[in-house]
């Protein structure tokens, strides 16, 4: 079966292409080893930074009490009225301070809990077995809730510690919100809260 002069040069470049492959440009890029620098600061500060410069308003508390009253004199000052909070946990931890408004759709805020934090990017994890999405985007304003234990470096070990949470299997959907919506498609206009919450609040609390 005779090959046309055409078929015959491309299988001619393959041949030569095959017998001297082009060095991987990215060699570190697989494997175990991580491609970025190490943090040179604490986990806390480096998130709070990143948060920060993503438009994210964050606030560190000593322990619970004082999440209770920064949260009670933020929705005060703000005057949120109707506050939407989904999950039971985040509900026990402020039941006596916020009460729950349960319709969302018409809430001025909600506060959510999270599953982590990764500190290198300044984002926010939520899953579907973590209250859900709905929550963290379709209110004005988000809060989010999360403790100092569940503060970690980077994407890597968030999903690592995603995976070991849930050992029969990973919710169906996992989400990293980096601080408030934003959008430039119109004139290349950079706008915030156009296809979610137009501020983000992050309470970091510290259980050490």
């Not at 017998?19 to 040179?40: A, I, K, N, Y």
């Not at 119109?186 to 609040?201: D, Q, S």
Request: net charge neutral.
């Amino acid at each position: 079966m005779s090959v046309s002069p055409a078929k015959e040069n491309i299988l001619k470049k393959i041949r030569q292409a095959l017998s001297h492959p082009t060095p991987q440009p990215f060699p570190q890029s697989e494997g175990q080893q991580s491609p970025f620098e190490p943090l040179r600061d604490d986990d806390a500060v480096i998130f709070a930074e990143k948060f920060s410069s993503l438009q994210g308003k964050f606030v560190f508390c000593d322990n619970t009490d004082e999440l209770l009253k920064e949260l009670q004199h933020l929705s005060i000052n703000n005057a949120w009225n109707n506050i939407y909070i989904e999950e039971d946990t985040v509900r026990k931890l402020l039941t006596g301070t916020i009460s729950h408004y349960s319709d969302l759709a018409s809430c001025d805020a909600s506060i959510t809990g999270c599953e982590c934090l990764v500190a290198r990017t300044g984002s926010i994890v939520v899953s579907s077995k973590k209250g859900g999405r709905a929550a963290s985007v379709y209110a004005p304003v988000h809060v989010t809730v999360a403790f100092s234990d569940q503060l970690l470096p980077d994407i890597k070990e968030s999903l690592l510690y995603l995976k070991k949470k849930y050992p029969g299997g990973l919710p169906s959907s996992i989400s990293f919100a980096t601080g408030p919506s934003r959008t430039a498609d119109i004139e290349k206009t950079l706008v915030t809260g156009v296809h979610g919450p137009k501020e983000v609040y992050c309470f970091l609390v510290d259980i050490r």
